[in-house]
């Protein structure tokens, strides 16, 4: 069964769940033995709830690098492979001890460096390229993960990896398990919204609610005109819509008396109410204009690069959205099937994904940190796998899922850190090589969860986003103490 | 690991435990070792046991066998069940039950003017055989086995032929197949016909292996080499689906170790798999039967010959007669058009009498395999290898005799798990509530007796789901009044002794259906190819695939989104396109299934996205007006002119829509609404719709009535 029923919701929850005090609960930190279920109100899904612990973030910003960004063309510099450039890959780095399908096969054994010019910033002094001007201003801020690896050399996998925790489509995605265990600070909005142009790889199977309550699906915001498609009735119906909503309310009403105790039928009369709500709320968020025009101009909302005011709107909108209590925000960056997968001309693509990007996601970060959200809000930056060393066709990258950097910044994190660490060209990760679960389980436990303990039921076994208990960890040195 | 090497050892044991027979009691039964005699209590493993139909004492102890096996607890319970519903609400359930859409207004009116006794047995013996039927009954089925049109994944493209596993569905249930023969045909009805199909019965088991492929499928796999992977998740895949489907069985759960809770080892998954380790995917398989294929030959020859004789003259007027040259081949494309070309099928097949080998694999990781497993059934109840016989020499035989075992009244579980998601179906809720986990986990049978007695009923009657139904529908428990009462609700508030029936929330086809019958829009169709509804733009090209396709082409690899004229998409929802990454948003809505695992029962979630999908989208607006302007169409209708109150259109609305009249109340608030929303309508004139004020609001009732609890939840 999805839901308890809502007798067994109050009988498991008790009548003073709600009322204990978040120190009371912290104070439980230390491990319980027995994982509590979560129990959802389901006349109330998205109903406030609190994690396993005190958490070092309350929201996530998740800024997807859609395609697989050369990480070490922005942020893992490696001087060996300016000095190899050309040559071949060196024979102790060609052996394939890699779990996952050739990558090498597509490329030519010929090593290929950018032309970018690298600087270190900040007092940490972190190598950044000159792809990323923006960002790099904030290089203090940011936690580099150098030693990520993925499962999958394909970008449907992957994605579904990086989304969901299994390479297999179907499984609830991250935005998802987190609604499930926090409900959502703003009852008149989803608790996970997406803004996309183009979605991942793999479709809606990025943002699906897999197994658990539709109430923790993923909805789309849209960066222009009304932010969700059906948020309103044709014009000429506008003027209408209440008294259309009370006619139906007063007969649900009626409807609802003569059927004591079918909880379902009072939802259902909530829901309307609910989306009448959410159409006011979410139009205001939608109202861009309410920033000031230096903010405006911050984002690159007035830029002659469309593609970087596009992305502008989308982290203003993600900035408002995550203010008014959204737990989980995710940006795709794309605005064609290609994004950051350079098969060839890897300078163009990096050029252009990196101009679309990095004034905006700068812009972000200030904000947040400006009106005092970045403390309390996870941004991570990522993508499904990185890029090869190796030259394909004349100037392209491939796929590789054997090594590529992530950061995170913002609530509990230890910025201007970088942990890991790839081979010399920038192929492999050879210092604590990270799957992506790791990564999951780090930001679960950014939000106050135990991986382990936030689970669902499901066909007969416990689901966790970290998959088996304890086969994971969080990446040490990622969040502060 | 260790506990399945020891199992594997104990394999050797096979043939020692299947001389001894009872795989409960016998010592060497590997199963009994691995859990150390654990595990063995689990009430699914025994097969269903026939018992008479308990003869309740009391007052008024029912005829009925259901009614007699739920009786005893009932009162037990200080429980009653409550009386028979109204003649509208019967009819109306047993419509939307059994066909997926509303009774009309002249069949409610009619059944409520029959009051013979036999009125009800003849509805639903008029039910049953309505082509309706089926296209209601293939949606559960399609659900189970994770139907789709398309492959998913990175390109995710359109299967053009998988629509022919779907009408293959659909007329299986309408035609009544018994359900051990559908079990066999899509396990290996290749197997069980000989060389190209003598009847359409032999051609549909063909299409039937369809079932086979229905999984998901990464084409861009090979690019990377990973066609290896691919193969692993597709067995793996297929393996979980069946054993869920037909045997409520959580066989994902071994794949990477032993099962922790059920008696099922992780060889079991693999022994399962083996089944299907020769399996080829086949576009090559001609589901004509002989005689057209002989028609098609003889239609054919000629054609050929004229080809033939053409083509000879080619090579010469290649350079020496240009215009010839172009005539010619003008000529040989047009006589190859003239040709009929032979139907094949989204089918499957063995690749040869010999599987390959197949291994456990450590942690489920495929670049681990370790021990070799046969081809073998759950080995609690048959530990050895699977008896297998090939019945010809092109293929292994090892999904027949899997069909076979999983088809037979012996299985403990086919025929338990499918009557329960036909009990499901007509109470919301399956006597097992978990019907794809018929384990420990999943929940106990909440009346045991009456599930083994449905069990062995529904093989008796020749494994008829149509039976099936009739015994449910007929029964008192299905036909009561679906209102709580307050006492009861306190005894037993889940229902769980079936003091009422349950109000059921319509799923998001039937909900879809109901919109387009009832404003009038629903177009006939009954097979073919899906069908592509109009999506908005935003939509399809944030899909990279569809994108790519619209924009720059996708080499023929069909992964766009091909939107049919509008008219031609009112079809029932069974008949539109199942595309996995990007499904029909207004169905979506509605938990609507994923298609990527076997889903057993629809989430009923009740979100704000719903209201907005139905108050505001082009197609609820659309639904809304057509019901409107068939009410204004309706000749005569003095609510055109004369009647102010607008009493009559009122009553059309709820009669049409809800297939009863409007309270008193009711009449006065829509009638007031029907005033008041005039006078906006009329003040508004920069609506710009030219639609005359009374039409907008009646259209605007339209839209409030079709929004209406009554009209999502049927009593």
Redesign the interface.
């Known amino acids: ?2 839901y308890p ?1 809502r ?1 067994e919701f109050l009988t498991r929850t008790g009548s003073g769940f709600a009322g204990v005090a978040l120190s009371a609960l912290l104070a439980e930190e230390a491990r319980s033995a027995i994982p509590q279920k979560l129990v959802v109100d389901p006349l109330n ?1 998205l109903a406030e709830r609190l994690p396993h612990f005190a958490p070092r973030a309350k929201r996530v910003i998740f800024l997807f690098q859609y395609g697989g960004p050369s990480t070490f063309d922005l942020f893992d510099y490696k001087p060996t492979l300016l000095e190899l450039n050309g040559k071949s890959v060196p024979e102790s780095l060609k052996k394939h001890p890699d ?5 090498f ?2 490329c030519k054994d010929e090593l290929m460096a950018g032309p970018w010019k690298w600087a270190q910033h900040g007092q940490s002094g972190q190598w950044v390229s000159d792809l990323l001007p923006h960002t790099a201003t904030h290089i203090d801020e940011l936690c580099q993960i150098r030693s990520m690896f993925s499962d ?6 992957a994605t579904h990896l990086m989304n969901t925790g299994a390479i ?3 499984k609830p995605s991250l935005g998802s398990w987190l609604t499930y265990g926090l409900g959502s600070a703003n009852q008149n909005l ?1 608790g996970f919204v997406l803004l ?10 990025n943002w ?1 609610n ?1 197994f658990l ?3 923790f699906q993923g ?2 915001f ?1 960066h222009e005109g009304p932010p ?10 506008a ?3 209440r ?3 009370d ?2 309310q ?3 009403r ?3 008396d ?5 909880l ?2 009072e ?6 109410e ?2 009448y709500r ?2 006011a709320e979410a139009l205001d968020i939608g109202e861009l204009s309410q920033e000031t025009r230096a903010t405006q101009d911050a984002y690159g909302l007035h830029d002659e690069n469309k593609e970087k005011a596009m992305y502008g709107r989308m982290c203003l909108l993600a900035r408002r959205l995550s203010e008014k209590g959204v737990r989980f925000v995710q940006i795709y960056n ?1 605005v ?2 290609l994004g950051w997968d350079a098969h060839d001309n890897n300078t163009d693509y990096h050029r252009r994904n990196a101009a679309q990007t990095d004034q905006p996601i700068a812009a972000l970060l200030d904000d947040l940190k400006q009106r005092g959200l970045l403390d309390t809000t996870l941004v991570i930056w990522a993508g499904e796998f990185g890029r090869t060393p190796m030259m394909q066709g004349n100037n392209g990258r491939n ?1 590789n899922p054997y090594g590529f950097t992530v950061w995170l910044a913002g609530g509990g994190v230890n910025g201007g850190t970088a942990i890991g660490a790839t081979d010399e060209i920038g192929l492999r990760a050879v210092d604590q090589p990270q799957p992506v679960k790791n990564l999951h389980a780090t930001l679960l436990t950014a939000l106050g969860f135990r991986p382990d303990d936030l689970f669902f ?1 499901h ?3 416990p689901e966790r986003l970290t998959g ?1 208990a304890q086969s994971w960890q969080t990446i040490p040195g990622v969040l502060r103490g | 690991m260790l506990l399945t090497a020891a199992l594997a050892s104990s394999l050797a044991h096979a043939e020692e435990a299947r001389a001894i027979g009872d795989a409960f009691s016998d010592p060497q039964n590997p199963i009994r070792k691995l859990f150390r005699g654990e595990r063995l209590d689990l009430w699914s493993l025994r097969k269903p046991i026939a018992r008479e139909v308990p003869v309740p004492r009391g007052n008024n102890p029912p005829a009925d066998p259901i009614d007699a096996f739920l009786y005893d607890r009932l009162t037990e319970t200080k429980l009653s069940a409550t009386p028979e519903a109204d003649r509208r609400t019967l009819i109306r359930r047993l419509t939307f039950d059994l066909t997926g859409l509303p009774p009309t207004v002249d069949e409610v009116e009619a059944f409520v003017a029959d009051t013979a006794d036999a009125a009800y047995a003849k509805l639903v013996d008029r039910l049953l055989a309505s082509p309706r039927y089926g296209e209601r009954q293939a949606r559960m089925w399609l659900d189970v086995v994770r139907y789709a049109d398309t492959n998913g994944y990175e390109r995710d493209e359109f299967r053009p032929l998988a629509w022919q596993y779907r009408d293959y569905v659909i007329r299986s249930f309408s035609q009544d197949k018994p359900f051990d023969q559908f079990i066999r045909e899509q396990l290996a009805g290749d197997e069980l016909v000989d060389g190209p199909p003598r009847t359409p019965g032999e051609a549909d088991m063909l299409i039937a292996t369809g079932y086979l492929r229905l999984g998901q499928w990464d084409s861009t796999a090979s690019i990377f080499q990973e066609e290896d992977r691919l193969r692993a998740d597709m067995l793996a895949d297929l393996t979980n689906t069946t054993a869920a489907a037909f045997l409520g069985l959580t066989m994902a759960c071994c794949q990477c170790h032993d099962h922790k809770y059920d008696p099922l080892s992780q060889a079991d998954h693999y022994r399962l798999r083996a089944f299907f380790a020769g399996v080829k995917p086949r576009d090559d398989l001609v589901i004509d039967t002989v005689e057209v294929q002989r028609e098609i030959s003889e239609h054919n020859a000629p054609l050929d010959l004229e080809i033939e004789t053409l083509k000879q003259e080619l090579p010469a007027t290649e350079k020496a007669d240009k215009p010839r040259h172009e005539q010619l081949q003008k000529q040989i494309a047009e006589l190859e058009s003239k040709k009929r070309r032979p139907r094949v099928a989204m089918a499957a097949t063995d690749s040869g009498p010999d599987a390959p080998i197949t291994h456990v694999f450590e942690q489920g990781d495929f670049q681990s395999p370790r021990d070799e497993v046969d081809a073998g059934f759950v080995s609690l109840l048959s530990p050895g290898a699977a008896e297998i016989k090939s019945p010809r020499d092109n293929t292994s035989g090892r999904r027949l005799a899997l069909a076979d075992w999983i088809a037979s009244a012996d299985n403990p579980w086919t025929a338990r798990v499918f009557v329960n998601r036909v009990w499901q179906q007509h109470f919301g809720t399956g006597l097992v509530a978990t019907p794809n986990d018929f384990g420990y986990s999943g929940a106990r049978p909440a009346h045991p007796e009456l599930l083994d007695w449905l069990a062995i009923e529904f093989v008796r009657s020749g494994w008829s789901i149509k039976e099936l139904h009739r015994l449910i529908v007929t029964s008192q428990a299905y036909k009561q009044v679906s209102i709580n009462n307050t006492a009861s609700q306190q005894l037993d508030p889940e229902n769980n002794f079936y003091w009422r029936q349950n109000i059921q929330r319509l799923d998001a086809e039937t909900l879809r259906d109901s919109l387009l019958a009832v404003s009038g829009l629903l177009q006939p169709c009954d097979s073919g190819r899906p069908l592509w509804p109009s999506v908005p733009e935003e939509l399809r090209l944030a899909q990279p695939a569809i994108l790519e396709a619209e924009k720059s082409g996708d080499e023929g690899r069909m992964q766009g989104w091909y939107t049919d004229p509008l008219e031609q998409t009112d079809v029932r929802s069974v008949f539109l396109i199942r595309k996995r990454c990007l499904p029909v948003p207004f169905l979506q809505a509605f938990d609507f299934p994923d298609s990527i695992v076997s889903c057993a029962r629809r989430d009923t979630t009740v979100v704000a996205p719903q209201a907005l999908m139905l108050l505001n989208s082009p197609d609820a607006v659309r639904f809304a007006e057509a019901l409107a302007d068939r009410i204004l169409r309706v000749p005569g209708d003095p609510g055109d002119a004369s009647a102010d109150d607008g009493s009559q259109l009122i009553e059309s609305v709820f009669n049409i829509a809800l297939q009863r009249k409007p309270d008193n109340d009711e009449l006065i608030m829509a009638s007031e609404f029907l005033k008041h929303h005039r006078e906006i309508h009329g003040t508004n004139p920069g609506d710009g719709t030219g639609d005359s004020a009374k039409r907008l609001a009646l259209v605007d009732l339209c839209r409030a009535v079709l929004n209406l609890n009554e009209f999502a939840y049927i009593d």
């Open positions: 069964m999805l029923s007798r899904p779990k996952v399908g050739g990558v096969v597509h999958s050399s394909n970008h449907g996998p297999l489509a179907g989803p996309y142009k183009v979605g991942g790889l793999g479709g809606s199977a699906s897999g309550p539709a109430a909805t789309q849209r969700v498609l059906n948020l309103q009735p044709p014009a000429h119906l003027g209408v819509q008294s259309t909503i006619f139906a007063a007969l649900n009626k409807h609802a003569l059927r004591p105790g079918m379902d039928l939802g259902r009369i909530a829901s309307y609910l989306a959410m159409q794309a064609d099937k796929h039921e066909h007969g076994r088996v």
